[in-house]
């Protein structure tokens, strides 16, 4: 089956840095690359999403990296501020919609 | 209009009780899904549905059944639970235009 992979799993960065989120896949017809954050006791809920015929998308303080070729997409944080601590998860998806997630990061911005 | 519904929050079972989750959606979207949640593993998924009537096992589907009755609805069954299904529980759901998946709020399962 498809495998994502994500890291680091815990990420520390001072206010105002910025912070990089690295995922790897396994199924070259992956064609959709969502990221969503999860707060605490919360949902997950979508924060920027890429398609896989982009390069790279930007929303804000939030961008997203695709490289097909190397089967990695990226997630970019800048000017962290410390309503950006969650735990973030990649995801990618073949078909029939079926997302597959990495196992999640912990991001933490100490103010 | 109220998005994606799951019901309980929390739920406490004994070994081998039986329990449905349920989840409902409000925006006639096609395609439902469940998934688990569970500390380093981020989200798997157990079954999901294209639509009514039709229904398939994701990642790990052993010990859950499901069925698509309706659009609306996509109840997660636990036959006989096991303290290996303590997790938490994720409904989804996506329409067919739009990849973006909206998920339930989710439910808190502890088996003992």
């Known amino acids: 089956g498809e495998n994502v992979e994500q890291h680091p799993s815990t990420l520390s960065v001072q206010e105002g840095d910025s912070a990089v989120i690295k995922c790897t896949y396994s199924d070259s017809a992956s064609n959709y690359f969502p990221w969503y954050k999860q707060e605490l006791g919360k949902r997950p809920q979508l924060i920027i999403d890429i398609r896989s015929n982009v390069g790279e998308k930007k929303d804000q303080r939030i961008a997203v990296t695709l490289n097909k070729t190397a089967k990695h997409f990226s997630l970019h944080i800048t000017e962290t501020q410390p309503e950006d601590s969650a735990v973030y998860f990649c995801?990618?998806?073949?078909?029939?919609?079926?997302?597959?997630f990495g196992t999640g990061t912990r991001l933490t911005v100490i103010p | 209009n109220a998005g994606v519904t799951q019901t309980p929050k929390f739920q406490v079972l004994k070994t081998g009780q039986s329990m449905t989750l349920q989840c409902a959606q409000d925006m006639n979207h096609e395609y439902m899904s469940w998934y688990r949640q569970d500390p380093g593993m981020g989200l798997r998924l157990i079954h999901y549905?294209?639509?009514?009537?039709?229904?398939d096992q994701g990642e790990v589907p052993n010990g859950y059944n499901v069925s698509r009755s309706t659009t609306e609805d996509f109840p997660l069954r636990l036959l006989s639970a096991a303290p290996s299904q303590t997790s938490v529980y994720f409904c989804a759901s996506t329409s067919a235009q739009n990849t973006e998946a909206f998920f339930g709020q989710g439910t808190r399962l502890t088996v003992v």
């Open positions: 995801a990618d998806q073949t078909g029939a919609n079926n997302l597959f």
């Open positions: 549905s294209v639509g009514a009537g039709i229904t």
